[in-house]
């Protein structure tokens, strides 16, 4: 898709209602640092529209992106951030729920994992919670750039096999400095908006 427009409709905090949209959204999950803000820019073909930080933690709302007025793309606080107090980590963990939850209008989430390590417990379980609520999360795998071609496939089969990946789901390796993989994840987004 030639994005043309983009906008930062709505932000949501831990006590905000969600908004009703009437377009597709399309959601980033995953842990604090792992990539989602600068995988968003790469599909929106912006540098730093989405706030990108090397400090995790940086996202800490729930960002609905208006992209040429058909779709949105929600970026999702990162979970899994150590520095955070138990307090917060829980309230974020409910936001993330909540609108999981909530949500009517949700059509594809990705949950992005770091190419170069094995997933964590949170990575695991954001993975079985979301398959428990209905959902069948396609998974990007971060940070491609960050190991050789060669390694590509015995890291992603690792993934695959840290998840307990439902059959036949998708990994798809990204990099947001070379933008390998940003084609074939429009695809996905693409197939669905023909629905
Ligand atoms: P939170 O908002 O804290 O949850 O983090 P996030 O998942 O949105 O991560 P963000 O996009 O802010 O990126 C975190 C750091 O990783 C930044 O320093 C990025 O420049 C770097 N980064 C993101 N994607 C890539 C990538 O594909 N390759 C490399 N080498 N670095 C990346
Ligand atoms: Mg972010």
């Not at 990162?78 to 949700?106: D, R």
Request: net charge positive; with cysteine.
């Amino acid at each position: 898709m030639n994005v043309t427009k983009v906008n930062l409709e709505t932000v949501c905090g831990i006590t905000s209602k969600l908004p009703e949209n009437d377009k597709m959204e399309v959601a980033f999950a995953g842990k604090s640092n792992v990539g989602k803000s600068s995988l968003i820019n790469a599909l929106m073909n912006r540098k730093s529209y989405a706030r990108t930080s090397q400090q995790p933690g940086k996202t800490q709302t729930i960002n609905f992106y208006n992209i040429n007025d058909a779709l949105y793309f929600v970026d999702l606080p990162g979970y899994g951030y150590a520095k955070i107090s138990k307090e917060m980590k829980v309230k974020w963990g409910k936001m993330i729920e909540n609108y999981l939850k909530k949500t009517k209008q949700l059509r594809i989430l990705f949950l992005l994992v770091d190419i170069r390590h094995e997933p964590g417990q949170n990575d695991v379980d954001m993975y079985n919670w979301s398959v428990n609520y209905g959902y069948n999360p396609i998974i990007i795998a971060t940070k491609s750039d960050k190991i050789s071609k060669g390694q590509l496939l015995k890291h992603t089969t690792m993934i695959r096999k840290k998840l307990n990946c439902i059959e036949g789901t998708p990994i798809i390796p990204f990099s947001a400095l070379n933008k390998s993989g940003r084609d074939e994840i429009w695809e996905y987004i693409e197939d669905m908006m023909e629905f």
